[in-house]
């Protein structure tokens, strides 16, 4: 797996030797130690493909790639995929998209023991109710994290999480409708591997010919979508980069821990 070096470091959180080192910590170990040159690609939107109902039809990828470079200093592959969860390339990307209208069918054993391996191993799957309703989609979103990590539920993301401050400082809830305050996640080794919004943070995105947007955002207007497209960054942000920025303040402690190590050789 070589998206991104933090894609390695989950991978490494894996082995029981670290499991009690936060993921952040760990970050900025290995920034000190390797180069990033051959470890980072360039982020590409994937979207998982278990459906016709999970594909997404609008043109919200390239709106959202835009604001993507246009903020951070990200750099991008524009080139459209799907990905199944059959096939083995799943583990060459950090960070998916599952964006649908209604509940697709039920996930096999080996898809559920498939996806549950990715995830573990340091990716995050990133959940969107198209249309925002309860009931249908909203029901196999728990039924199906339930039996990906029946140890561990939804649970609605509290204002100190990490994709709430990655990039933006997250204050209001965001997106096509208002049916939470903030997204739900599934953490599983300190890290949300699964991040689920119901206020369809995907629909706020697409235009018409003439550059107007296809959709409204109720009740809250544009505010309501500039809060969802700067969450929608957030959880990008989140899904590369884990909690590293809550841990930038162990660093000055990291760098004399290794002087020391360096000077004990």
């Known amino acids: 797996m070589t998206p991104t070096l933090t894609y390695y470091l989950r991978s490494i959180l894996e082995k029981a030797y670290w499991r009690n080192v936060s993921e952040g910590v760990l ?41 993507l470079t246009s903020n951070t ?44 391996k990715y995830l573990m191993r340091g990716g995050t799957l990133f959940i969107n109710n198209r249309f925002a ?12 994290t339930e039996l990906l990590f029946s140890e561990n539920s939804l649970l609605p993301l509290t204002r100190k999480h990490a994709a ?6 997250i204050k209001k809830p965001g997106g096509r ?4 305050e903030a997204p739900s996640a599934v953490n599983y080794a300190g890290r949300s591997v699964i991040i689920y919004s119901k206020n369809d943070l995907l629909g706020i995105w697409p235009k018409d010919p003439l550059g107007r947007y296809r959709y409204k955002c109720i009740p809250g207007g544009l505010e309501q979508r500039n809060n969802g497209k700067k969450l929608l960054l957030n959880i990008i942000m989140y899904g590369l980069t884990g909690t ?20 004990g050789q």
């Open 27 to 67: 970050f900025f170990v290995l920034i000190l130690i390797f180069p990033l040159t051959g470890y980072c690609q360039d982020f590409q939107w994937i979207e998982l493909n278990i459906g016709a109902q999970c594909r997404e039809a609008s043109d919200a990828r390239d709106e959202i790639l835009d604001y």
């Open 73 to 116: 200093s990200i750099t991008v592959n524009r080139a459209k995929k799907e990905i199944k969860i059959a096939n083995d390339d799943l583990f060459k990307y950090p960070f998916i998209i599952l964006s649908c209208k209604s509940a697709p069918r039920t996930l096999s054993f080996a898809e559920i023991l498939k996806l549950r």
């Open 133 to 144: 309703r309860k009931g249908g989609f909203d029901n196999w979103v728990k039924k199906t």
């Open 164 to 169: 709430l401050r990655s990039f933006f400082l």
């Open 177 to 180: 409708f208002i049916f939470g």
């Open 244 to 263: 590293y920025k809550l841990d930038a303040v162990h660093q000055p402690h990291i760098l004399r821990k290794l002087r020391m190590m360096e000077a």
